[in-house]
């Protein structure tokens, strides 16, 4: 599977962003997908993911209520609306699949990974 995330950019405290992230190659629909974001000095973390039916995600306490992901099977997209945006959730976000029907926060249990997108929160 191939991903390509875009979306990212400037925005202010308190906007709103949609990452999107396209899908590619061999059955898509059937991985789980899932965002992790990396801030400046910090090690990467697990953002948000969701299974390939759509109907479970996951969020990081940090995002959780600002931030919902969602999927498009058709399309093969996933999206991530965040909302309420925070100068912490400034770094480059990356998405990923993983070839299981279930959410880990853990980043060596997902297989591919996308080029990511910067996002930027000013004050």
């Known amino acids: 599977v191939q991903l390509q995330a875009s979306g990212g950019g400037l925005v202010q405290a308190g906007g709103s962003l949609r990452l999107s992230c396209v899908a590619c190659?061999?059955?898509?629909?059937?991985?789980?997908l899932g965002w992790f974001r990396q801030a400046p000095g910090k090690e990467r973390e697990f953002v948000a993911g969701i299974v390939p039916s759509g109907v479970t995600s996951r969020y990081s306490d940090s995002v959780k209520g600002r931030f919902t992901i969602s999927r498009d099977n058709v399309e093969n997209t996933m999206y991530l609306q965040m909302n309420a945006l925070e100068r912490d959730d400034t770094a480059v976000h990356y998405c990923?699949?993983?070839?299981?029907?279930?959410?880990?926060?853990?980043?060596?249990?997902?297989?591919?990974w996308g080029q990511g997108t910067h996002v930027t929160v000013s004050s």
């Open positions: 190659g061999r059955n898509p629909a059937t991985y789980s």
């Open positions: 990923a699949a993983a070839s299981y029907s279930s959410i880990t926060n853990v980043e060596a249990a997902w297989h591919y």
